[in-house]
């Protein structure tokens, strides 16, 4: 597969960003306002905070500015993903990061005072439904709140403390080539996006292994590099954390997600040691379908049954979307499914676009999805994850003000997992066949679980040596990384997978590193969205508890809004549960492919 110019995709393949501005000028005129709102609010309260009152009129007036921060923000990093190498997109990054950077400044002033309130004032205001979230928050931040000075000059920085990952998702979008290769004759293009997005899972076993070592050759010409810029992230980190008086790295990166190390071990640890054991089992039944000796990591990714994987239209992607989510009700579908008329959504696979996806939220405009479409039915897994995230969004914003809507890092991977479960459950229940049963099941664990549950665990289980190496006073480079990352692969895999130097370059792969400790809340998340998948299954009022679940947004604790769909994340119970479901989902593969033998 060959990537091709942006300029040569249709339209209705391409975002509209007219819902935010019309365009550039629109967008720089956007800025100019936002300013002179920002430098009238300092005018105004820079030093005349004093009482509750004084407090609340400044909350309601900075709400306006955050939500015009958020729509100028968004805009601004969204164009340059979808092409790296246009010199306007990057001068509109430009702009709107040097005008974040410049209002975060000015308004240092206003979270330093709110985090310094008496606590009296801070009660007054926690009451007050609005502000939940932002005065819970500024309570836990209190104690670790430096002078007014050094939090404007640590808002200064913001830039530079954001460098590394600018700089890897540059090296990843535009420097991380790949070679060709040849097969039968052919000859194959190769690219970051080509091979996560159709190469690593091809039913040709020759194209996986050639385009797989193509790919690590690539990535290995900049692991140097790639190791410097993520040792300057977690340095970094590490020199806050001591800065603000955090007893480690880890409970300073923790603490917006208000959680504590404990349940981030748990979720490492619990799902290495026991759901590792069904993760092999499952890829040993893949190896003996497809008839491989031994499994390399080159064939991880395998489907089971290639001869089922169609390819699937962007309309026809729509469809089982809008069929999946049918079970939340009429609500719910009302609101995404104007994803497509309203092009939400940006397909186009080409040159030099960001790998993977995400999801946008212009605070009360509409969500917009980034994704690389092939045709795939793992590109229509993306696609509603992507959904998942943006039903939150709308849901989130039209209940919540702006200071609660988001949600804690811990779980916010649940919506869009959850509707991953919805898409599995359609496409098992829509078939009467064993084949296409055991199809649907092993897409459940190979497009939603192993991505979520193991690709991004075995992420934070690195992460966990990496920190732990740096807050022992260590250091590292792109060999102590592929070590570390090696290690990690084998201990979760073992004889399972047949894990090399190649495999262990893993570590390259995913802009996570650079975004703290995130990489282990897509397992959080998920379990959460297991607990709510069975909750729906088993309760007549499932649907309707999962929408109170996205409305709540970031107004309770995680703890709080996990037991809105009867999940205890204070205990292990709901990852022992979900281990318990995966494995069963196992079982009825195996049981699938007895009935077909």
Do not use: C
Not at 154 to 180: Q, S
Not at 545 to 563: R, V, Y
């Amino acid at each position: 597969m060959e990537l091709k110019k942006r300029l040569d995709f249709p339209e209705n393949e391409l975002w509209d960003l007219t819902a935010l501005y019309k365009d550039r000028q629109d967008f720089l005129l956007a800025i100019e306002k936002a300013l002179e709102d920002v430098k009238s609010f300092k005018k105004n309260y820079d030093g005349h905070l004093q009482t509750k009152d004084d407090f609340e009129r400044a909350l309601m007036e900075i709400e306006h500015i955050y939500i015009q921060m958020s729509h100028i923000e968004t805009y601004a990093f969204m164009p340059q993903t979808t092409d790296f190498s246009n010199e306007e997109f990057a001068q509109i990054a430009q702009a709107g990061d040097d005008f974040i950077t410049k209002a975060s400044v000015e308004l240092s002033f206003f979270e330093s005072a709110l985090a310094n309130a008496d606590s009296t004032i801070l009660n007054e205001l926690e009451e007050n439904d609005h502000f939940t979230a932002l005065i819970r928050k500024a309570k836990l931040q209190k104690q670790y709140l430096l002078t007014p000075q050094v939090e404007k000059t640590l808002t200064n920085l913001r830039e530079v403390l954001n460098a590394p990952y600018d700089i890897y998702t540059k090296m990843r979008a535009g420097d991380f080539t790949m070679e060709d290769f040849e097969v039968d004759g052919h000859i194959y293009k190769n690219s970051f996006v080509t091979y996560e997005n159709f190469y690593q899972n091809h039913e040709n076993k020759e194209i996986r292994e050639k385009a797989f070592r193509s790919f690590s050759k690539g990535l290995k010409q900049h692991q140097n590099a790639a190791a410097a810029a993520y040792l300057a992230k977690v340095k970094s980190e590490k020199l806050i954390a001591d800065m603000r008086g955090y007893s480690s790295v880890f409970d300073y990166l923790l603490a917006e997600q208000e959680v504590d190390k404990s349940m981030f071990d748990r979720q490492i640890d619990l799902i290495m040691t026991e759901f590792g054991p069904v993760a092999q089992k499952f890829l040993k039944h893949v190896a003996q379908v497809n008839k491989l000796d031994k499994m390399t990591f080159a064939d991880w990714k395998l489907d089971i049954d290639n001869e089922l994987n169609p390819q699937v239209s962007i309309d026809d992607a729509y469809d089982l979307v809008m069929k999946s989510v049918a079970p939340l009700g009429p609500e719910y579908s009302k609101e995404i499914e104007r994803y497509q008329k309203e092009r939400w959504v940006d397909f186009a696979a080409n040159e030099n676009k960001d790998s993977g996806g995400y999801a946008a939220n212009p605070y009360k405009v509409h969500p917009y999805i980034l994704m690389s479409w092939t045709g795939r039915m793992s590109d229509v897994y993306t696609l509603i994850h992507e959904i998942g995230h943006s039903g939150q969004f709308i849901f989130s914003d039209n209940h919540q003000s702006f200071f609660n809507t988001h949600m804690s890092t811990y779980y916010v991977e649940a919506p869009s997992t959850f509707n991953e479960l919805l898409l599995s459950d359609y496409l098992e229940h829509q078939f009467e066949d064993a084949r296409q049963k055991r199809f649907a099941l092993a897409h459940r664990l190979t497009d939603t679980y192993f991505h979520n549950f193991i690709t991004h665990l075995l992420e934070a289980a690195f992460q966990r040596k990496v920190y732990t190496l740096i807050e022992e006073g260590g250091t590292f480079g792109a060999e102590q990384l592929n070590a570390m990352m090696k290690d990690v692969l084998q201990e979760f895999w073992g004889d399972a997978i047949e894990i090399d130097d190649d495999a262990a370059l893993t570590w390259m792969r995913q802009a996570h590193y650079y975004m703290g400790l995130y990489s282990y809340t897509y397992s959080a998340g998920l379990v959460i969205s297991t607990a709510g998948y069975l909750n729906l299954k088993n309760n007549p009022q499932g649907a309707s508890q999962w929408l109170d679940f996205l409305k709540s947004g970031g107004s309770k604790t995680p703890l709080e809004t996990a037991k809105l769909i009867h999940a205890d994340i204070s205990t292990d119970k709901p990852l022992r549960d979900t281990i318990q479901f995966l494995s069963n989902t196992v079982d009825s593969i195996i049981t699938y492919s007895s009935q077909l033998d």
